[in-house]
């Protein structure tokens, strides 16, 4: 006897399909069109001034309630928990010279006192407390709650209204917005696989890159609506042009949606197969990107020879690079991993399919010239100079995060890429400016960390950030013992400078 549905059953079919059309055709009116046009009806700019205004209050009403209960609110400290002036090596001891003797100072200019030990466990002590390196690789805290436990060590019960507020907060981010940005994260990928290969079957010409230009910067975009990004673009003049590299301060993988969803670059990675392999293999039919052999990875002069090649041309994209990076046992640097496979990913698994740790292990990332150091957008860290010795235009652009909407910073040392991609999207917005500063050149006699460091100098400058000159890669790596000799022949020269003064007296 076969099965026959209730009326009950077919009213509840009936009512699916109902909503599935509703939810579709709403995505594809109110997001994927203005999307693939680049037009926005401003609905993500009033949200977010809405946010802003109940953050406000969210934030005056918890300090008032810890001083109703005589509670200690958590401040963090933006500039570090010790104060800390400006001064150089030899400055500090001498005040310590100074201070601890009454003979005037340059009699007191021996060629060792014991009182300079010192100056150097000082600042042992400090480097412990408070360094200027490992911080960076830790979300800041707010000094407003943003509604968000996990950006709030202050989070406590103070009143109904509030918990209402956070809860209702909850409900509208997981159960409204989460979903709604898988679907689009999966049809921007979806578009890009179909519609790169259709026009990779198109003969080499302006037709070609024009329709691959339009169909990356499309699926970018519906990407960039997928983490309700609210991106404020200055400077567009400055916009990189074919035949040269464009360098970006580094805090997060979603750093390439932002930069590639107005304008197109060129992607350098690894060849692999999979779900990446067929993401690249459809993405370089239709774009001349990048893509290396296993085999290839570790010839330097090969990587070089082929950017090189690539920069010259000024009929291709420029390449899109992240200077500031550590170093892999492969000798290239490790590379932002391609936005739109890391989507496709985010999309299978919400499909059900358990490929997460498999398809983006670290074996399994792009390799480049790019950066594999995620900043938490304090600061800039050390440009490596591979990427500055070709020789071409460097195009620099500085990025600038509002964690207050959500922390783009990306800590791989305690999250996960599922987790980190659930707390991106499971976030408010991401809201960030980019700045696309003047062109630049190697001057003449100027040697490629010269030149790395004064385009590092520029982004700093521009995006607010701390200009450091410390390695990305201690963020995993022990302290080279290059970084203490430094400290040791500072030390050696003021007292040899010291010895020289006294014989010439």
Not at 94 to 99: G, Q, T, V
Not at 215 to 228: D, E, K, N, P, S
Not at 319 to 344: D, N, Q, T
Request: aromatic share 10%; net charge positive.
């Amino acid at each position: 006897m076969g099965w026959f549905p209730s009326p009950f059953d077919n009213l509840l079919c009936m009512l699916l399909g109902i909503s599935f059309t509703v939810w579709f055709t709403l995505l594809l009116v109110f997001i994927i069109v203005p999307a693939i046009f680049g037009v926005s009806f401003g609905i993500r700019r009033l949200c977010m001034k809405t946010l802003i205004k109940i953050f406000e209050w969210a934030t005056l009403r918890i300090e008032r309630g810890a001083k109703e209960k005589k509670h200690l609110l958590y401040k963090p400290y933006t500039n570090g928990i010790i104060a800390k002036e400006p001064t150089s090596l030899e400055e500090e001891i001498k005040e310590i010279r100074r201070s601890g003797s009454s003979r005037d100072l340059g009699a007191a200019s021996q060629e060792f006192e014991l009182s300079d030990i010192f100056y150097f466990c000082r600042r042992g002590m400090e480097s412990i407390m408070d360094d200027e390196v490992t911080k960076r690789f830790s979300a800041e805290e707010l000094e407003s709650w943003n509604l968000l436990t996990r950006s709030n060590y202050n989070f406590q019960y103070i009143s109904l209204r509030l918990t209402v507020l956070w809860g209702l907060g909850v409900l509208i981010r997981y159960g409204f917005l989460l979903p709604l940005r898988v679907t689009l994260a999966f049809t921007g990928v979806g578009l890009l696989v179909v519609l790169t290969t259709l026009v990779g079957c198109l003969p080499n010409g302006r037709m070609k890159s024009f329709l691959s230009e339009k169909i990356h910067l499309m699926c970018y975009r519906i990407c960039v609506r997928a983490l309700t990004a609210i991106i404020t673009y200055h400077d567009s003049e400055n916009k990189p042009k074919n035949g040269g590299i464009c360098v970006a301060n580094h805090t997060s993988p979603i750093d390439v949606i932002i930069l590639a969803s107005d304008g197109c670059y060129a992607m350098v990675g690894q060849i692999h197969g999979g779900l990446m392999g067929v993401i690249q293999r459809a993405m370089v039919k239709a774009c001349p990107h990048i893509w290396f052999e296993r085999s290839e990875v570790k010839d330097r002069h090969l990587v070089a020879k082929r950017l090189s090649d690539h920069a010259e041309d000024k009929t291709k994209l420029p390449i899109l690079i992240f200077p500031e990076g550590e170093l892999l046992k492969s000798g290239v640097h490790s590379s932002a991993i391609a936005p739109l496979a890391r989507a496709s990913g985010l999309c299978m698994w919400a499909a059900g399919i358990g490929l997460w740790e498999a398809s983006f292990s670290p074996a399994f990332l792009f390799l480049g010239l790019s950066s594999g150091t995620c900043i938490n957008n304090t600061s800039v860290m050390m440009f490596k100079k591979g990427s500055f010795e070709i020789g071409a235009t460097v195009y620099p652009v500085a990025i600038k995060y509002d964690p207050r909407f959500a922390e783009a910073f990306w800590n791989s040392s305690k999250f996960g890429m599922v987790n980190y991609l659930l707390r991106m999207m499971s976030s408010w917005a991401v809201v960030c400016s980019v700045w696309y500063l003047p062109p630049m050149h190697k001057e003449e006699g100027e040697d490629a960390v010269q030149f790395a460091n004064r385009v590092k100098a520029a982004i700093a400058r521009q995006g607010g950030l701390v200009d450091l000159l410390w390695d990305g890669g201690l963020k995993r790596d022990k302290v080279k013992d290059t970084f203490k000799e430094e400290q040791q022949k500072l030390y050696s020269k003021m007292l040899v400078g010291a010895q020289e003064d006294r014989s010439r007296s």
